[in-house]
């Protein structure tokens, strides 16, 4: 009895796996978001460092005493306006039109960079009043959390300015569709992590 | 590994080579804008309860805005990140549900250990602080 006999009567089989090569890349949503768990997890990891170093203040300044809540506000507004105009960009880059959907980007990376800058800006004062991320261990988890949120925020900028230029110089591809998907749930996941920081390290901060 | 299936039943649905993640991937304008408004409230009261001390106990407070934070979480997943059981044929909903289970398993785990630890630890005044090399 040879193989082959038995192959011919699952001969069906085959046509799944000729079918699947049609759809080379559907499963890049799905990856990406695996992605975004794997760094949710990162996320997870720091907030908990800060759940544990958050008040070991070694004699050093505390959350009430450092946190400028209306610029937090701010900052949170920022990344909200953010988020909605990210969405903007996405409808119109369904309906095809290519230059609303750059504007859209235009606006969301201002948004995401006047969010940086004032991030920025905190940083720079809590160093220049000694309260650097060498101070205390709250202040060295502080830093480590907020920094590599606002180290993904930037990425998303370089990334969103980067697809500017592609969709500016191939137009709205199929391809630059896929990357645009993939940004803006990357910007959205970024938005969802800053809840997080709100609530767990400017608001609980101050209120302890 | 959905897309045989989904191969099957829409033949040539997207002839443009678009994946199949596409119908259930994307918002509408007025989901969008719903969002929106839900996450300016939900973010606008927590906000408002802290820089206000609206409640006495600081206790309250916190319960509120965390229970807030994970109201306002939940609608940035369904109106931004449009997370529902069936995109991906719900690959993402099962690796969002494994991941909370991770985080809620790292967060508890250590807040928890760390603060026995902390808890069965020699007391250290703030003057012995600031004598530590």
């Known amino acids: ?208 | 590994m959905s897309a045989p299936s989904h191969t099957h039943a829409h033949p040539g649905a997207h002839p443009h080579g678009d994946h199949h993640g596409d119908a259930s991937g994307h918002g509408t304008l007025k989901g969008y804008l719903t969002g929106f408004v839900l996450a300016v409230i939900l973010t606008a009261i927590p906000f408002w309860l802290v820089m206000g001390d609206i409640f006495a106990d600081s206790q309250t407070t916190a319960l509120a805005i965390m229970a807030l934070a994970v109201v306002q979480i939940v609608v940035h997943m369904v109106y931004f990140l449009h997370m529902n059981t069936k995109s991906e044929g719900g690959w993402t909903m099962l690796a969002l549900i494994f991941t909370v289970v991770l985080v809620v398993i790292t967060l508890s785990g250590s807040l928890w250990v760390m603060y026995h630890l902390n808890h069965n630890m020699m007391p250290v005044s703030a003057h012995d602080m600031r004598e530590m090399p």
């Open chain 1, 1 to 208: 009895m040879s193989p082959l006999d038995q192959v011919v009567p699952t001969g069906a089989v085959r046509f799944h796996v000729e079918e699947e090569h049609e759809h080379s890349g559907g499963s890049t949503m799905l990856g990406f978001w695996i992605y975004l768990m794997s760094d949710c997890l990162i996320f997870a990891v720091l907030f908990a460092c800060y759940g544990v170093l958050g008040r070991s203040y070694a004699a050093g300044p505390s959350g009430a005493d450092l946190f400028d809540l209306p610029l937090v506000a701010v900052n949170t507004s920022m990344l909200l306006l953010s988020s909605i105009t990210c969405g903007f960009a996405m409808l119109e880059m369904e309906r095809n039109r290519r230059g609303a959907t750059l504007a859209w980007l235009a606006v969301t990376a201002l948004f995401g960079a006047a969010f940086v800058g004032l991030e920025l800006y905190e940083f720079a004062h809590l160093i220049h009043e000694g309260a650097g991320p060498w101070r205390s261990a709250f202040l060295s988890s502080f830093f480590t959390l907020v920094g590599t949120h606002g180290l993904h925020v930037t990425v998303g900028i370089v990334w969103m300015v980067t697809m500017m230029v592609q969709v500016a110089q191939h137009g709205l591809i199929p391809d630059n569709k896929r990357r645009l998907m993939c940004l803006s749930l990357f910007w959205h996941f970024l938005d969802v992590i800053w809840i997080g920081v709100f609530t767990f390290v400017y608001l609980m901060g101050v209120l302890a």
